[in-house]
């Protein structure tokens, strides 16, 4: 046991020597010790894998920063753009009003015997016979039912119905369109009127034109103001090529209308008028 005791003892003061001298020599002739080389060989792969370990989770991190900030500035960016849209729209509106006011101010001073507004149109409904707008004005704008309504080229049509905030109109090619009428130049009284064989040619008919009619072809129809329903001098539209009736005792006519009637987006509705004595 002894023996055993001072073999170990003789092998780890050996041992101890040997790694003693080695690392002075290491740095006596500023080399590597064999000890150093072997622990750093040995070192080396774990180093390596906990270094790479160590790069993924800062890469990992940082890109989840990246993501957070990315988001963030995305958020800011699609507030920012929401912001410049909702000033475009108020812009957009702004100016669409500002148009329609001065296009209001033209109509006024043109028809400056009438009281009008101005009106959007909000739907609309096709029928057999023509289509029936509804517009975004009603009683508590001055509108009823009865009131022409107009567009920058003539007469578009007449309000049938109308609510709080709401209207509904039909053009001068439904059949339920009537009114006194005038050619312009003759000062021939007349009939406009809406019938269904002449709406789905985008026309209506001119009627009780006197026997000796001299109206022809271009001629203007305005409205003749008798009976107090419409003002006067409402273009309707231009006349085609009078034609003897069969019983002899009147003319008619086919009236182009004044107004494209097809895609109203907004007109001028006449609440009140004077009439000139």
């Not at 080396?44 to 990992?60: C, H, R, S, W």
């Not at 009114?179 to 002449?198: D, W």
Request: charged share 20%; with cysteine; proline share 3%.
């Amino acid at each position: 046991m002894k023996r055993s005791q001072h073999r170990f003892f003789l092998f780890s003061a050996f041992f101890i020597l040997l790694v003693t001298g080695l690392a002075g020599h290491a740095e006596w002739t500023k080399t590597v010790s064999p000890v150093r080389r072997a622990v750093a060989a040995a070192l080396a792969p774990i180093q390596k894998v906990l270094t790479e370990a160590g790069n993924f989770v800062e890469d990992a991190a940082q890109s989840v920063r990246n993501d957070r900030n990315l988001e963030a500035e995305n958020a800011a960016l699609r507030s920012r753009i929401a912001e410049y849209e909702a000033r475009m729209r108020e812009a957009d509106f702004l100016a669409a009003e500002n148009d329609a006011l001065r296009d209001l101010l033209k109509m006024q001073r043109r028809y400056t015997a009438c009281d009008m507004i101005t009106a959007s149109v909000i739907a609309s409904r096709t029928g057999a016979y023509g289509v029936t707008y509804t517009l975004g004005c009603g009683t508590d704008d001055g509108v009823s039912a009865g009131n022409a309504v107009l567009v920058w080229e003539g007469m578009a049509g007449v309000i049938t119905a109308a609510g709080p905030n709401w209207s509904e109109m039909i053009t001068v090619l439904d059949e339920d369109f009537s009114a006194g009428a005038m050619i312009s130049r003759s000062h021939e009284t007349c009939v406009a009127q809406g019938a269904p064989l002449h709406c789905r040619e985008g026309t209506l008919q001119c009627i009780y034109l006197p026997q000796n009619s001299t109206a022809h072809s271009g001629d203007r129809v305005v409205t003749s103001g008798l009976g107090g329903v419409f003002p006067p001098n409402l273009l309707i539209g231009r006349i085609g090529e009078p034609r003897q009736e069969e019983n002899g005792l009147s003319c008619s006519a086919v009236i182009k209308p004044a107004a494209e009637l097809d895609s109203l987006r907004q007109v001028f509705i006449i609440t009140g008028f004077t009439v000139s004595e």
